[in-house]
Each structure stands twice: as C-alpha cells, then as structure tokens.
C-alpha cells in the first residue's frame, strides 16, 4: 500500500502540482502506510512537514490539516513518545471542539485518541475515565447499537485491565461480545477481536489454559475468514504460543510460533513491530522451555534491532535490554 500510494503521489504532483489538495491528501495516504508498515519515527516527521504545507494552502482550521495533525500523534506515540502523543492529541481535540463541535465524529474520534494516548503514557486509569466519556458521548450521539459504540466499550474494558480490574474487564466483555454477534455475526472481523480479547483477558485473569483453548478455537475461524498470511491471523499464532506457553507447554509453544517467524518477515517485514514482539515472544518462551542461553541470544538480537528501529529510548527497546540481562543472569 505505501509502494502504491508513493506512485500515485508522483502522477498526482505531474497532474495536479504539489499545492494540489488531492496531492496534499495523497501525501498523507503515503505518511500513513509509511506508519504501518513499521516506520512510525519516519512517518511523526514527515507529517510535520505535510502540516505546515496543509497549513499554508488549507488553513490551520482545514479538516484534512487537522487530521494529518491527528494522525501525527499517533506516529509520535508508536514511535514510543506517548507523552508527545497525548500532548497533540490533547491540542487537536481542542481545535476539532471549535470548529465541528464536540459530537461530531472527527471529534470523537480524537477524543478517543487522547484517551489511548492518556493509558500508554502512564494513566490506565485516566485512560479508562476518559473512554466512558467517549462512551457517553458516543451512546448520546450514535446510539447502543453502533459499531464505534461497540468500539469505545471495547476500550473502556480493555483499559479496565490494565488498570488491574482484568476480571471486570472479561466479564464487560462476554457481555460486548454477545452484542457483536447480535448486531455484526460471528465471521465479521470486529466479532472475531472481541473474541481474542476476551481469550487474552481469561489468561490475564489468570486461566492460560482457557485462553489457549480460545486462541486454538479461534485460529481456525481467522484462517477460514481472514487467511493464514492477514496480520491478526498472525498475531493471534503468536498468542497462541504465549498462552500455549504459559499454560504448561513451552517446549511446544516453541515449535509453535518458530516456524511462524519466517511468514512474519515475508508478510510484514523483518522491520515490522509486530515481527519484533514475535521474536521477543519466541525468546521468552525458549526461556520458560529453560533454556535460559537460547533466550539471551534470541533477546540480544533482537535488541539491536530494536535500537536500530525503534531506537534506544523505545519502551519496547527498554524492555527487552531488561529482559536480555534477567536471562543472562539466569544463563
């Protein structure tokens, strides 16, 4: 997708000239698959220099400026500044009040970034407190039914848990789940992740075992629906490793996600964020099999790779040179 949108931006700047506003979005469609497919540092800097451009031609009140601002803080936060991140996003969402107004959508929207960012900067209970708002809000405007209704009771839950109410947090979630099968049907993308949400919080609570059996259940139906090589599909082979792992099974949760590893680079790329958290799950489950060698070498080569892609100071970076040293000293 960024290989494309890269191509057509150069047909867009030939045809239409660079202060064109459908260059200007197709700018920010290049910056956006940029940022997801694994360069999130890269992708903060460049809409630094697509907003004073939107800026110059648009207005700073432009939509399409304030969504290229939106989406900057997001890139800030993946990049691992969340401070930063929750710092626009709280700037944005005062521009967007003014001018759509606090209900319209675009806002909302915002509204719930600014709580994400709140939670991964530190605040998991603020993040919870400022998704009920976005839940009230969204109840008051779209009604119980809808599927961004659906989505902000999601994350009230899952902040729940991280705020250390993570058996609240299962039982809000079976209840989310029967209204996702209601309203979406069992095959629809946004029931099956309800539905690994659910599996992970049974193990977070406390039941590996149960969250194994789920994931296991579930793998067949992301196949079925999805395909082997979407990037949930491959997320949830790795949960499944994990909770395999944890509940009793590392040697064979290894065999599990290595073989994975390899569709990983091919699908995502060996610089992606979510190969990265493969490999560190690999190494942490080579630990648990007790095979405390093979998890340091696994974790130091993963931590030059992080430093070289996400960077030094990285929360990701961070935790695995804390997980290099515990296996090493238990090497």
């Known amino acids: 997708a960024a290989a494309a949108a890269h191509a057509l931006l150069a047909d867009c700047v030939r045809v239409l000239g660079t202060d064109h506003p459908d260059t200007l979005r197709t700018r920010g469609n290049v910056i956006r698959w940029r940022g997801q497919a694994g360069d999130p540092a890269g992708a903060a800097s460049a809409s630094a220099v697509l907003i004073d451009d939107c800026t110059r031609i648009l207005g700073g009140d432009h939509p399409d400026t304030l969504s290229v601002r939106n989406y900057m803080a997001r890139w800030h936060g993946e990049a691992g500044d969340p401070q930063r991140a929750r710092h626009i996003a709280e700037q944005v969402l005062a521009d967007y009040s003014r001018v759509l107004g606090d209900d319209h959508p675009d806002t909302l929207n915002v509204l719930g970034n600014r709580a994400r960012w709140l ?3 530190g605040d998991p209970s603020g993040a919870v407190a400022a998704y009920q708002e976005v839940l009230a809000r969204r109840l008051a405007v779209l009604g119980a039914d809808h599927p961004d209704t659906l989505t902000a009771r999601n994350n009230v839950a899952f902040w729940r848990a991280q705020a250390g109410g993570v058996t609240a947090a299962a039982a809000d979630v079976e209840e989310l789940l029967l ?29 590996p075992g149960a969250a194994h059996r789920d994931c296991a259940t579930l793998v067949d139906d992301y196949l079925r629906v999805l395909g082997p090589d979407h990037p949930e599909t491959l997320g949830l082979r790795c949960g499944l490793a994990r909770w395999r792992g944890e509940a009793g099974d590392p040697r064979g949760a290894v065999d599990v996600l290595e073989p994975a590893l390899p569709d990983f680079g091919r699908v995502l790329g060996w610089n992606h964020v979510a190969t990265l958290t ?32 996400l960077g030094a ?3 990701d970076t961070v935790s695995t040179r804390k997980n290099l040293a515990f296996w090493r000293q238990h090497g």
């Open 119 to 121: 939670g991964e900067s």
């Open 179 to 207: 209204d996702y099968l209601r309203l979406l049907g069992p095959d629809h993308p946004a029931t099956l992740g309800v539905r690994v949400n659910l599996a992970f919080l049974r193990g977070e609570a406390g039941d």
């Open 278 to 309: 493969a490999r560190g799950m690999l190494a942490y489950l080579r630990g648990l099999a007790g095979d405390a060698a093979g998890a340091a070498d696994g974790y130091e080569d993963l931590l030059t790779d992080r430093i070289r892609v």
């Open 313 to 315: 100071e990285h929360p």
